[in-house]
């Protein structure tokens, strides 16, 4: 375990779904509306340390996820990433896959360099938006958050 936030129950608190696994979570901080994350419970950093059984259960929740996340946002597209270490922009130290709906919509649209830029440098910005976001999307997976503390 380590001393990052998303192993403290703090993490419940935007929390939409979960799986024995993975927890998927509001961005605090989107770059874009819908901005989310995918986060083992298990405390690892990089993405070679997953077992087998965890790629498959991160697989498991993708397909959980996407298509009524995908929905929520009123898109068809999105963009996964990790950022590696602290010079890809890694800010907690525990191993998450960025998930971000993207439509022809959104204000990135046809602006890669600044998508990335703001994706690995931490660059969104929390709104009251937030809490209203999570609370719809606990709705939509019929999610009711537990403060228990990740225990893996
Ligand atoms: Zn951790």
Known sequence: MGADIFCTPKIYETTFFETRQFLAVYNIRPVIRGHSLLIPKRHVVYLTELTSGEINGLKEIMAAVLPRWLKAFDSDSYNLSINAGEHAGMVVNHLHFHIVPRSDKDPLQGKLIEFYHMLNNDRGTWSKEVPKEV???????KYKPTQKRLSQ
């Open 135 to 141: 609370e719809r999307l606990r709705k939509i997976f």
